[in-house]
């Protein structure tokens, strides 16, 4: 493959500090929604950020990623109702271990999905085990859930970054969405977001964010805690 000159941008550090504070400060903001309204998220924009998404680093390059955005309510209604069949089976239904559901209780889920219907988007990411070349080869992915992990992180960025709200919904099993959806059997749904704004008035679990001690471990004389 040819190589040209990577044009980074050189940043000065007290601008490096600013805009690593600033950022800090735009996605601590972010919070999960589990409630829409159905006020219409323009296609541009979810298009937009598919491709912020996608430009995610992947292994070999493969960009294993496929994003379905569904905008169709009778696609919608189906995704719902065959969520919602699973959901029930992982609430009510014992598919679910005791120690799961306390783990979710705070969060005060349960089987009912009507975000599902009323969000004006929903994405399905799918992760691309192989993929296929011009020529009918079937090339093996290497790495994919860590890349789709990385395109799904950057797209949720990306949406909180424009004013918009999302959920990584994970309905298990998934795979009545690659039937619903006409995926091929390389790609396995992966996380499922719907795309929109929240209700007036939502509400979000009281959550606390693990300081930086609690999620980081620095072997660096200079560190935060250097020479402690
Ligand atoms: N898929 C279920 C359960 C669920 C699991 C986890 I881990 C969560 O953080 C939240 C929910 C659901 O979407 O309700």
């Known amino acids: 493959m040819d190589s040209i000159c990577y044009q980074w941008e050189r940043l000065d550090e007290a601008e490096q500090l600013r805009r690593a504070q600033d950022f800090l400060s735009e996605v601590d903001r972010r919070r999960s929604v589990r409630h829409f309204s159905d006020r219409p998220v ?5 298009e937009l950020a598919i491709r912020a998404a996608s430009t995610a680093p992947s292994g070999a ?20 109702e065959a969520a919602e069949r699973e959901e029930r089976a992982f609430y009510e239904e014992g598919r679910a271990t005791e120690e799961w559901l306390r783990a ?29 070349t011009a ?11 860590e890349s789709v992990g990385i395109a799904c992180g950057i797209f949720i960025t990306a949406l909180h970054h424009m004013g918009l709200s999302t959920l990584t919904h994970t309905p298990s099993p998934m795979g009545f969405l690659r ?23 939502c509400r979000v679990p009281d959550l606390r964010r693990k300081p930086l001690e609690e999620v980081a471990v620095f072997h660096d004389p200079t560190g935060p805690r250097g020479g402690a």
Request: hydrophobic share 40%; no cysteine; charged share 25%.
């Open 61 to 80: 390059h493969r960009q294993p990623w496929t994003f379905v955005a569904v905008g169709d309510k009778d696609l919608q209604r189906a995704i719902r």
């Open 42 to 46: 323009p296609r541009e924009l979810v």
């Open 135 to 145: 020529e009918g080869e079937k090339l093996r992915n290497y790495y994919t859930k």
């Open 179 to 201: 039937e619903l959806l006409g995926r091929p059997s390389n790609e396995r749904p992966f996380i499922l977001f719907p795309v929109g704004y929240p209700v007036a008035d």
């Open 104 to 132: 979710l209780e705070p969060l005060g889920t349960d089987w009912h999905k009507e975000f599902l219907e009323t969000a004006p988007w929903l994405v399905v990411v799918f992760e691309v085990l192989a993929t296929q």
